[in-house]
């Protein structure tokens, strides 16, 4: 399997060329050549494999220049019980078996009044990792083969990242102690949750730095770009990143696509529709690809917050970033981001794999801010790719929360809320939906209080953590001090 720019500037290259590295050199985001397919027989023979093996056969379809027992023990030695709480690692959970005839109060407004047809609603637990978070399925993996490839090449890693919430502390506990990386993670000021952000800072450890960045989360993810893109400075400290344009991360996250589809039917031509809470869109888009490679995905639900340029596109065309001023905080701060770093991968598809299209398209969105593929043929096909969208708004995600633990004694934090609450609107008779879950709600206490009047429960191993000491460090918005502070204290390769 070879790698090419989503923006056509870079010559092919491996697996494990691209796996450390951010950005393609021509600033755009590293895709596979082809998108493997995978028969009915062959889903199959994998629907009684265990999550790693299941893992291993996914990911070997696509970093071909590991040696194949090599990323098994890798992925066998990453999912395990000891790290995810049980063998199942991603479990599936009933919400609703499709019987009852009470829609929850939270449910989108134009939601049907009962499910149709005796649909049913499942959860995917995702965040049953260190983290609590559902990042850590696929960063737990990343820190496996970052520690292996340098290893392998005898070099070290500067990894730059951006968090709205989750991916800083996922990265950070995945990473923390190897002895080749260090990690330099941006956050928004006073925009993750208390919780989020001491698990973040209370981190230690010698090889991870801190970065709260006077600003939203976007302006980190400009600033991690620009980095990016500065070649010289990348080369000369030898800067990665762990963020969701890291391609390793997305194709991790496709595993979980096709344990839930095995788990929610019996036969392998069953459709089941998938609703993701959705920033970066790193996550929805690994069921793009799950669904490319031949998994039975009838729709790809797209939920949003308050922020909701990707749900404008959907039912618009219209990609319209939104500013700094306009980026709301809500009480679902993993998803206040207004550009989607992954949706150019996706966009790449819309415009039939046309780099020059794709790179005007970006010019475009530098530019002005926006572009509109309304009335194309490109916005056309969404509808067969089987995306739709919706967003829900803070009262909708506490009423969601509220009811749902009223009704069956499941408690969602605010994103998973999201996801559920938008659900509602889209399930069809006989098709069953999966929400993936984002996170455990003991990382946003202030809504779940709100919501059910009383705190979430914290596991005990984070039962001390708002005592924890924590270490962090504040910059300005500002590019030529992010460079000066990562020079100043990187291991360069």
Known sequence: MRYLSTRGGMSAQTFTEVLLGGLAPDGGLV????????DA??????????????????LSLYCDDIPAETLRGLIRRTYTA?????DAITPLKVLDPGTSSDAPAGSAPDAPSEPPGGSPLYLLGLSEGPTLAFKDVAMQLLGELFEYELTRRNEHLNILGATSGDTGSAAEYAMRGKSHIRVFMLSPLGRMSPFQQAQMYSLTDANIYNIVVDGVFDDCQDLVKAVSGDLAFKKRHAIGTVNSINWARVVAQVVYYFRGWFAATRGSGEPVSFCVPTGNFGNVLAGHIARRMGLPIRKLVVATNENDVLNEFFRTGVYRIRSASQTHATSSPSMDISKSSNFERFVLDLVDGDTGRLSDLWRQLDRDGAFDLSGTAAFDRIAGLGFVSGASDHGQRVATIRDWYQRSGVLFDPHTADGVSVAQAHREPGVPMICLETALPAKFAETIVEAIGHPPPVPAALADLPQRVRRFSVLPNDLKQLKGYVASRSVDG
Request: proline content about 10%; overall charge negative; aromatic content about 12%.
């Open 82 to 86: 000891e790290r995810f709480g049980s």
């Open 41 to 58: 027989e062959t889903l199959e023979r994998w629907r009684p494999l265990s999550y790693a093996d299941l893992a291993f056969e996914i």
């Open 31 to 38: 895709v596979p050549e082809r998108i493997p397919r995978v």
